[in-house]
């Protein structure tokens, strides 16, 4: 119903559009505030309601169209602050709110979108500083704060937001130096204009100032004192520091040795995880496994810690045990690897009887399983399949652009798709399909 002469209110029957997976009433004359009915129609994907006369805030109820992916409320009428609970749209994409009357501070929460492709706040009168965190907008491709009220520095953090193809922060309070971003040496001076405090070796900005040689000395008195005291509390500390930092590191980070006849690849305690899933799946009994595959079996083991795991135990190759030298380097890395839809690798054993994977414990299981189960299926409605779809291609763009070198999985199926109790997506056996590739 876009682009149409419409007049008068949205009407709050449209909450009862239960179903109602895309609302567009922009580019009309609607008036008023939005009604809050509209949180009923909960399986929405996109709801436009851009350039009308729309007043008042942002319905508090509206907090459960969680499922949104594309929300416009630009060039409206809209006041009061931007409301947190948006930042709980995880699979939000877009997010347009400019050309409002909205105030307050920028929402701390907007930052833990991490699908957000485009944010614009543009044209509003949101104050304060531009947070650090605001880095953690993962995959955010255009950000445009401009006209607005922030003042402050521009974070240094934005230098590091590689995804990163556009940025406007012209028209507000903001000083400084401006951070070494690509994108702002490329067009200075639409990009950072009407901010006076601002400085740089950029076109349309003064040099940032040297500290006086009286500034120079106050700051190295201060550093000299500081050093001084940090000095005093890091010879009180210097044995926790010794021996702690040892423990943490050996916790952080993958190890691999040899023990006998065993090698381990683990950001766990190897020696003491190998043993425990002996002892926790007695020995790899039937009653402890959970699932079969073309790899290999699947057992599910808690440790005396209570940390459940999933154990795959893998089938051996025809050459016998796995001492290809690149798979035990590839294994180290993808230990260290944190995605939200990528499962989680603990490590890996292996041993002339037996070689066998650890991973998180995902609690529903493989989306095969599930589709195979008419009780399951049936819940499995579209939002969720289309959710679970968007998870997968996030976590293959992840493997496949983010990670050096690039690792394809060469078998994606729904066997290797796991659920956990709120259908957040995990991609498994990367690295087990590429092994009996080469292999």
């Known amino acids: 119903m876009a682009r149409n002469n419409i007049g008068g209110r949205i009407p709050a029957e449209l909450g009862n559009l239960i179903k109602l997976q895309q609302l567009s009433l922009s580019s009309n004359h609607l008036a008023g505030e939005i009604p809050k009915q509209l949180h009923r129609s909960s399986y929405l994907l996109r709801l436009t309601l851009n350039d009308n006369q729309l007043s008042g805030a942002i319905p508090m109820e509206l907090n459960s169209l969680s499922g949104l992916s594309y929300f416009d409320l630009s060039s409206n009428r809209l006041s009061g602050n931007i409301p947190d609970w948006l930042g709980r749209f995880s699979d ?45 907008l993962e995959s955010l491709q255009m950000l445009n704060l401009s006209h607005n009220n922030l003042s402050g520095s521009i974070p240094s953090e934005l230098a590091g937001m590689l995804t990163l193809r556009y940025i406007d922060v012209s028209y507000n309070d903001l000083e400084g130096p401006v951070p070494g971003l690509k994108l702002f040496w490329e067009s200075p001076e639409q990009t950072l204009e009407g901010n006076k405090g601002l400085c740089g070796n950029l076109t349309g900005l003064s040099p940032c100032k040297s500290p006086s040689k009286a500034s120079r000395r106050n ?153 195979s189960t008419a009780g399951k299926a049936c819940e499995l409605d579209w939002v969720k399949r289309v959710k679970i779809m968007k998870s997968v291609a996030y976590a ?44």
Do not use: W
């Not at 007695?282 to 073309?294: A, P």
């Not at 050096?404 to 994606?412: A, E, G, L, N």
């Not at 066997?415 to 590429?434: A, H, P, T």
């Open 92 to 136: 939000l994409n877009f997010l347009y709110l400019s050309k409002n009357q909205f105030s307050g501070r920028f929402p701390l929460l907007l930052t833990k979108l991490f699908q957000l492709n485009v944010l614009d706040l543009s044209y509003n009168s949101i104050e304060g500083e531009i947070p650090t965190q605001i880095n953690g």
């Open 219 to 371: 700051l190295l008195y201060i550093i000299l004192f500081t050093s001084l005291g940090i000095l005093a509390v890091a010879v009180v500390c210097i044995g926790y520091f010794l021996f702690g930092a040892r423990k943490s590191k050996s916790e952080r980070n993958p190890t691999s040795r040899h023990c006998g006849d065993l090698f381990i690849v683990s950001s766990l305690d190897g020696k003491m995880m190998h043993d425990e899933i002996l002892e926790a799946t007695q020995n790899f009994g039937d009653n402890f496994c959970i699932g079969k595959g073309r790899f290999g079996t699947v057992y599910k083991a808690q440790l005396s810690s209570g940390m459940v795991v999933a154990v795959k135990k893998l089938q051996h190759l025809s050459n016998g045990i796995i001492d290809n030298k690149g798979f035990f380097n590839e294994i180290r890395a993808l230990t260290e690897i944190r995605h939200r839809n990528i499962v989680k690798l603990y490590g890996y054993c292996s041993h002339p009887r037996y070689s066998f994977l650890v991973y998180e414990y995902v609690e529903m299981g493989s989306l095969a399983s599930v589709l």
């Open 396 to 439: 293959l763009s992840y493997m496949h652009h983010d990670c050096m070198p690039p690792i394809v999985h060469r078998d994606i199926s729904s066997g290797n798709i796991l659920l956990d109790s709120d259908y957040e997506v995990r991609v498994s056996d990367f690295f087990i399909q590429n092994q009996y590739v080469h292999q």
